[in-house]
C-alpha cells in the first residue's frame, strides 16, 4: 500500500517552454500533498504544500508563478514549471500524506527535467 | 536554528558489518522522526519513523532506530549490512511547529558496501 506515482519519470525540454508533472497516489486518499526539488547529491528541499481544493503554499524563496501547483482532486497534484531555463533543472520528487491523519509522507520516484 | 543534522557525508562498511548512521536533531519540542533510504535516480522509501511509545523502532530491511531524547538524537542502525543496503540515507523530522507536516532533511549520508 501507500505507492505514490509520478509522470513522467523523466522530460527534457527547450528553455522557455512549459512543463507539466504530474503526481498521483494510487492507493489512498492524500488531502495533503508537497513537492520537493533535489539538486544532485544534495537533499531535499520542501518547494510548497499543496491541499486538496485549495491554493497552494509556497515556501520562501520559491517563485509561485514559475511553479504553478494544483490539487484539484484527492489523488492529483501537478506540478507546472513555466518558461523553464536551464537553471530550473533537477530531481522534482512529490509526496503525498495519507488522508487518515497518519503524519506519514510516502514519495514518489521523482522526474528527472533537463532544461535546454 | 532548528536543524536536522547528519554528520557523515559518506560511510563504507563491509558486507555483513554492522552499521550505524547518525541523526541529530535541534528543536525544541520532540519532533516526529524518520529515516528515509534513496537508490540513485529514485525516489525516498520509508524505512521506520517514530511518533511516540518504544524508543526503539523497527523498520523493513532489517534496519531499527532508538529515539534518545538527552541527546536529541536518531541513531538508524542495521546488525548485518548487504551489499543491496548501498544507497542514499536520509534523517529527517516533521517539524513540531507545522503540526508535525512539514518535513525537513539532513543532508543525508551515502553508504557504500564493500566486499
Known amino acids: 500500500g501507500a505507492v505514490v506515482s509520478q509522470h513522467p519519470s523523466w522530460v527534457i ?17 492524500a488531502t495533503t500533498m508537497f513537492w520537493y526539488r533535489q539538486f544532485p547529491k544534495q537533499s531535499l528541499m520542501l518547494m510548497a504544500t499543496s491541499n486538496e481544493g485549495s491554493k497552494a503554499t509556497y515556501e520562501q524563496g520559491v517563485e509561485k508563478d514559475k511553479f504553478l501547483i494544483n490539487h484539484a ?11 523553464a531555463h536551464p537553471e530550473d533543472s533537477s530531481f522534482y520528487i512529490c509526496s503525498a500524506r495519507d488522508r487518515s491523519g497518519e503524519n506519514t509522507q510516502y514519495f514518489g520516484p521523482g522526474t528527472r527535467l533537463t532544461v535546454l | 536554528a532548528q536543524s536536522v543534522t547528519q554528520p557523515d557525508i559518506h560511510i563504507t562498511v563491509s558486507e555483513g558489518a554492522s552499521l550505524e548512521l547518525r541523526c541529530n536533531y535541534s528543536y ?11 537508490s540513485p535516480g529514485q ?19 532489517g534496519f531499527e532506530a532508538e529515539f534518545k ?22 534523517c529527517a523530522v516533521g517539524a513540531p511547529g507545522t503540526g508535525f507536516q512539514k518535513l525537513v532533511f539532513g543532508t543525508g549520508t551515502r553508504l557504500l558496501v564493500s566486499p
Open chain 1, 13 to 29: 525540454c527547450k528553455s522557455g517552454t512549459s512543463v507539466k508533472i504530474e503526481c498521483r497516489s494510487l492507493d489512498f486518499q
Open chain 1, 73 to 83: 482532486s484527492l489523488t492529483l497534484s501537478t506540478l507546472t514549471v513555466t518558461s
Open chain 2, 28 to 38: 525544541g519540542a520532540t519532533p516526529y522522526l524518520f529515516w528515509y533510504v534513496q
Open chain 2, 43 to 61: 525516489g525516498l522509501q520509508l524505512l521506520l519513523k517514530y511518533f511516540s511509545g518504544d524508543t526503539l523502532v523497527q523498520g523493513i530491511k
Open chain 2, 69 to 90: 531524547r538527552s541527546q536529541s538524537s536518531f541513531n538508524l542502525r542495521k546488525p548485518s549490512v548487504h551489499w543491496s543496503d548501498a544507497a542514499e540515507y536520509f
